[in-house]
């Protein structure tokens, strides 16, 4: 099975930068994903590390470490919109393509 | 844009009665997930489909039956509903993936179900 820990509420001023990390225990996995959901809405989809080290998008950064079983949602610039929560996800090592998620991180920005 | 659909936006329904809630999909995917997500729980996989008429369970499909008999619809249906099945259900489609790359899952705008 998949267990994925990140924190449940991060605070942070307009253009600071917050990281959201989650570390995981599971038993084979292809790959860590992050999602937004913004309240009352559906969560989307915002990156994914197959492989080790660093993916960036835009202001939005992505790390994965399978040595550490750990990774992180780099926020930079934070402006009012990013106010959301955040998830991290592990897709299985399957054939059917299922995420495990966190229980997400409550990110609040404050002008 | 992947085009997904899920019917009814909010139900209230009592304790006891069936309810089928509907996620339909617009581009031919194969694969289509149903998550609930409950405050302090994130999304947990209730059941999802790999293709027509083929099923599984999640982590929580207890009291929960899903139909796929069309590509673009899966069906969820809670047989007897309780109180705590009262929670916000989505419904999901893989876009796209391989080992190395993975466009996600494209979810639907959720459905509020509350048990009374």
């Known amino acids: 099975g998949q267990s994925l820990e990140q924190p449940s509420e991060v605070t942070a001023v307009e253009g600071a930068i917050v990281q959201i990390n989650c570390t995981y225990q599971t038993s084979g996995f292809y790959g860590l994903s992050w999602y937004q959901q913004h309240d009352g809405g559906a969560p989307t989809f915002l990156s994914y590390?197959?492989?080790?080290g660093l993916e960036e998008t835009g202001r939005f950064s992505s790390f994965l470490s399978r040595s550490d079983s750990y990774g992180y949602l780099l926020l930079q610039e934070l402006q009012m919109k990013d106010s959301a929560s955040y998830f991290c996800?592990?897709?299985?090592?399957?054939?059917?393509?299922?995420?495990?998620f966190g229980a997400g991180t409550t990110v609040t920005v404050r002008a | 844009d992947a085009g997904i659909t899920q019917s009814p936006r909010h139900k209230v329904t009592e304790t006891g009665t069936p309810v089928t809630l509907r996620c339909h999909q617009t581009?031919?995917?194969?694969?289509m997930y149903w998550y609930r997500q409950d405050p302090g729980h994130g999304l947990r996989l209730i059941h999802y489909?790999?293709?027509?008429?083929?099923?599984d369970k999640g982590e929580v499909s207890d009291g929960y039956s899903v139909s796929r008999s069309k590509t673009e619809d899966f069906l969820l249906t809670l047989e007897s509903a309780t109180s705590s099945q009262t929670s916000v259900y989505f419904c999901?489609?893989?876009?796209?993936?391989?080992?190395?790359?993975?466009?996600?899952?494209?979810f639907g705008s959720g459905t509020r179900l509350t048990v009374v």
């Open positions: 999901a489609i893989s876009v796209g993936h391989s080992a190395e790359l993975n466009y996600g899952y494209t």
């Open positions: 489909s790999y293709g027509v008429k083929d099923t």
């Open positions: 996800a592990v897709r299985e090592r399957s054939n059917d393509y299922k995420l495990s």
């Open positions: 590390n197959a492989l080790d």
């Open positions: 581009e031919n995917h194969r694969y």
